[in-house]
């Protein structure tokens, strides 16, 4: 079903273009970027799906290093400001200038960077506070934190089932695959590591998690 709709959609309109729509200035343009969407779409699924195949197949070699922390939250400061800018969300990141971690730097950069781009879309203005909290010598716990809509008690023990998507018109629009939490999930297993979720409706939500 998630690789048909886009499939589906596409051709849908791709005939309706040849079958003369291109011709049509008034619709040529729009018909144009729902084609642009959905591709956008089926290339996010294929990745994540060629993640997700290689995770559960136990493919997952894990390349541990010591990583300092600091160029992970750069990385995600550069890559994520614009987008938050344009909703009017201001990101706060910790200073951890002095903390390293071990992990997979590939597959820990996808865990940041896929809770703070589902912050940055299940959320409007406000702010997306990231923050590191020592729990003992060896490890710390990061999380995550949005003022946006929020997830239901009810759906809070699914969203990390693969292809999961709360039904609401926000998951519609983002483009997303419902794999994203689904990869989270597997990926902080392979570090020893268990992500938790908690939230408020209409008020917002915190992922947390602890690494070595
Ligand atoms: P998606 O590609 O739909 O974002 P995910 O696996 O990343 O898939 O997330 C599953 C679902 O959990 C999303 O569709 C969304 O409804 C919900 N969700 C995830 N993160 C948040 C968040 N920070 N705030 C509110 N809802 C969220």
Not at 40 to 60: A, V
Not at 108 to 125: C, G, R
Not at 163 to 190: E, P
């Amino acid at each position: 079903h998630e690789l048909k709709t886009p499939i589906f959609t596409i051709k849908g309109f791709v005939d309706t273009l040849l079958d003369g729509a291109l011709e049509d200035s008034n619709v040529n343009k729009i018909f144009l970027m729902k084609i642009k969407k959905q591709s956008n779409r089926l290339d996010n699924l294929f990745s994540d799906l060629i993640d997700i195949t290689k995770i559960e197949s136990n493919e997952l070699a894990l390349n541990m290093e010591s990583i300092r922390l600091q160029n992970i939250i750069d990385w995600l400061e550069t890559s994520y400001e614009s987008k938050a800018k344009s909703k009017d969300i201001i990101l706060v990141f910790p200073d951890c200038s002095n903390i390293t971690i071990k992990a997979d730097l590939k597959y820990i950069k996808s865990v940041f960077s896929n809770l703070l781009e589902n912050a940055i879309n299940y959320s409007d203005k406000g702010k997306i506070i990231i923050s590191i909290k020592n729990i003992s010598e060896s490890k710390i716990s990061i999380s995550i934190l949005d003022n946006g809509i929020g997830i239901k008690n009810s759906q809070l023990g699914r969203i990390f089932e693969r292809f999961y998507r709360v039904d609401n018109d926000r998951s519609r629009d983002t483009g997303g695959t419902g794999l994203g939490l689904a990869i989270v999930k597997h990926i902080l297993d392979a570090h020893g590591s268990k992500i938790r979720v908690e939230s408020k409706v209409n008020q917002g939500t915190v992922f947390s998690f602890e690494l070595n």
